[in-house]
């Protein structure tokens, strides 16, 4: 994985310079979004992976599934990927893009794995907490997962915070085991 997020990034970071320079990137990351999951259809996969479909044919069928979701730039993008045999990074040039786009407008995509759903009122507490502690906007997104019995995980960049009940239950265990 992180092989693959390292071929990527040159990529995601040219697309962000011209995107950038143009004025696009909410473009960019739009049309990015839509040819990385249509890489991700794995009748496409298929298709990218089998030696006897040339590069100009991934093109064409990239180019003609995404249609107007593609401009001409984009597409002129698509066909440097296939031709440097790239296109099975779409997915994480699509992510680092994204990354990047965050960085710049200070924003921070924050996940919160909880045991319950959160209230709005504990949802916005949280947000704020975590934009002063940042010092950057942040973006919210949750899930649930049960077995956490109950408290938080709060995922950001290569950062975890565990408050979850079954978090502390593991290092107490970890702690006695010693």
């Known amino acids: ?6 071929i990527a990034r040159p990529y995601a970071k040219a697309a962000f310079q011209f995107a950038s320079g143009q ?12 040819a990385a999951e249509l890489a991700q259809n794995p009748d496409v996969q298929n298709c ?11 093109v064409e069928l990239v180019v003609d599934i995404c249609g107007e979701s593609l401009d001409q730039n984009g597409r002129n993008f698509v066909a440097i990927l296939a031709e440097n045999h790239r296109l099975p990074l779409l997915a994480e040039i699509a992510d680092l893009f994204d990354r ?8 921070v995509s924050v996940e919160v794995t ?15 907490a975590l934009e002063k502690n940042l010092n950057k906007s942040v ?12 408290g938080a995980v709060i995922r950001y960049g290569d950062q975890v915070i565990d408050g ?3 978090g502390r239950l593991a290092q107490l ?5 010693q």
Do not use: C, F, H, Y
């Open 1 to 6: 994985m992180a092989e693959l997020i390292s």
């Open 23 to 34: 004025g696009q990137v909410d473009t960019w990351s739009r049309m990015l979004g839509s």
């Open 48 to 58: 990218i992976n089998d030696p006897r479909i040339g590069q100009e044919q991934l």
């Open 100 to 107: 990047l786009k965050q960085e710049a407008e200070a924003v």
């Open 114 to 128: 909880t045991a319950r759903p959160i209230e709005s009122v504990q949802m916005t507490l949280l947000q704020n």
């Open 139 to 150: 973006s919210l997104s949750t899930q649930l997962d049960e077995s956490l019995v109950g």
């Open 164 to 166: 979850s009940i079954r």
């Open 173 to 177: 265990a970890t702690a006695l085991a």
